[in-house]
């Protein structure tokens, strides 16, 4: 039996409609309050833990842990940068605690999209929220969605250690050639033989990505996209990857991006681009046979991946954990075994007993494999297929669905 260690704040509030107009007005309060000394005290003696360090990807994502979100207007908006981070949720390894999830309740909106909101998220948030895990005795971080902007991927110096933090963008690209590489077997192509494209690829992971994606097993062209302003980066990148020796007999192109530019034709898709506008409509969906989606909240809206669901795969890049993992927090995936790639990376560290910062800058190609060969070893794998709603996907309903497409 595992141990509660929340206390339950307050319960079934929207059935009382007396207390509605109160809690529009009252100041949020969390659905479980868990404190960080019940996390250390119930920590395997002598180990530490493994925190997850996130941020409110979006609104809907805060009714997961507040009991009263109100509508989005300025005194909201203020009110989450006052709320501090908190424990979301222990993490289980079986009926063993070994660490914590914690969350930074500001969405990404708020704060990515200037120096100013970057600087007031890792001074509010992100600091603090490393006090937090250090309070509950997490010795490695590893650091989801774009967190790591905070601390400029590790560069920054930094009061707190331990713990110790770790990007996830290792693992995370890891992850990605792992899913392109299964996806192309459940659809019948060959890896080697497909036009993969890379949109973000001029971001700092898209640049891991790529040159992780023509290490060894390599597709036959990988296309370089991002947006227009960074036609000089890509066409840069292009040149490096071509002059590297990871290249073997594979192509390197570049392309922009924009709504009034045609998408060129390729298979598959990754998204590594970080926005918080949703670009890819369900007409650019159908032109591939498969996305996965790691960008932060989503590269294509709802919508567009739902109208498309029979003419392609959109998915969610996750990674199965090993037997015993649970994350005991609703993210959008199939289970509470299954986590982020970021914190795969994390959890592989910290049973390594790496004690020092892993994953910190740009990871080099043999850094990338490293940490490949360590989340093999601690049990991470591609799991099923997973939309990035939420929601399941049978594949033998997405073959059916296109084998009457071209019958019709």
């Given at each position: 039996m595992k141990t509660p260690l929340h206390k339950e704040v307050l319960t079934n509030s929207d059935e009382h409609a007396g207390l509605h107009l109160h809690l529009n007005s009252a100041p949020l309060t969390l659905k479980h309050?868990?404190?960080?000394?019940?996390?250390?005290?119930?920590?395997?003696?002598?180990?530490?833990?493994?925190?997850?360090?996130?941020?409110?990807?979006?609104?809907?994502?805060?009714?997961?842990?507040?009991?009263?979100?109100?509508?989005?207007?300025?005194?909201?908006?203020?009110?989450?940068?006052n709320t501090k981070p908190f424990i979301a949720s222990p993490i289980y390894s079986g009926s063993q605690?070994?660490?914590?999830?914690?969350?930074?309740?500001?969405?990404?909106?708020?704060?990515?999209?200037?120096?100013?909101?970057?600087?007031?998220?890792?001074?509010?948030?992100?600091?603090?929220?490393?006090?937090?895990?250090?309070?509950?005795?997490?010795?490695?971080?590893?650091?989801?969605?774009?967190?790591?902007?905070?601390?400029?991927?590790?560069?920054?110096?930094?009061?707190?250690?331990?713990?110790?933090?770790?990007?996830?963008?290792?693992a995370t690209a890891a992850m990605l050639k792992d899913w392109a590489v299964h996806c192309c077997n459940e659809l019948d192509l060959e890896f080697g033989n497909t036009k993969l494209a890379l949109f973000g690829a001029a971001g700092r992971l898209g640049t891991t990505v790529a040159k992780y994606l023509l290490y060894k097993d390599a597709p036959k062209e990988l296309v370089l996209i991002d947006l227009p302003d960074k036609v000089n980066l890509l066409t840069e990148q292009a040149r490096e990857l071509l002059a590297s020796d990871l290249l073997g007999k594979s192509r390197v192109s570049v392309h922009t991006f924009s709504p009034d530019t045609l998408l060129p034709q390729f298979d598959g898709a990754i998204l590594a681009s970080s926005t918080s506008v949703p670009y890819l409509t369900a007409s650019d969906l159908k032109r591939a046979q498969f996305w996965i989606d790691d960008s932060h909240p989503r590269a294509a809206s709802v919508e567009a991946e739902l109208a498309s669901r029979g003419q392609t795969l959109y998915i969610e890049c996750f990674a199965r954990g090993p037997v015993g993992l649970d994350t005991t927090f609703p993210f959008r995936l199939p289970t509470t075994r299954d986590c982020y790639t970021c914190f795969a990376e994390g959890y592989s560290a910290w049973q390594e007993g790496i004690a020092s910062d892993f994953i910190i800058g740009?990871?080099?190609?043999?850094?990338?494999?490293?940490?490949?060969?360590?989340?093999?070893?601690y049990g991470f794998s591609v799991g099923p297929?997973?939309?990035?709603n939420g929601s399941p996907i049978s594949l033998e309903a997405h073959q059916r669905s296109n084998h009457e497409l071209m019958g019709s």
């Open positions: 309050t868990i404190h960080p000394e019940h996390i250390r005290d119930n920590l395997p003696a002598g180990h530490g833990g493994v925190g997850f360090l996130f941020h409110a990807t979006d609104w809907d994502t805060l009714s997961f842990s507040f009991h009263n979100v109100k509508h989005r207007n300025a005194s909201f908006e203020e009110e989450l940068w605690v070994i660490g914590a999830n914690i969350a930074c309740p500001v969405p990404l909106e708020m704060w990515l999209g200037s120096p100013r909101g970057i600087k007031r998220f890792r001074e509010t948030q992100f600091f603090p929220a490393l006090e937090l895990a250090r309070q509950a005795g997490l010795n490695m971080v590893a650091m989801g969605a774009s967190t790591p902007y905070a601390c400029n991927y590790g560069a920054l110096p930094r009061h707190t250690k331990p713990p110790h933090i770790t990007t996830g963008h290792a740009s990871p080099p190609v043999w850094s990338v494999s490293y940490t490949h060969s360590l989340l093999k070893k297929f997973h939309g990035k």
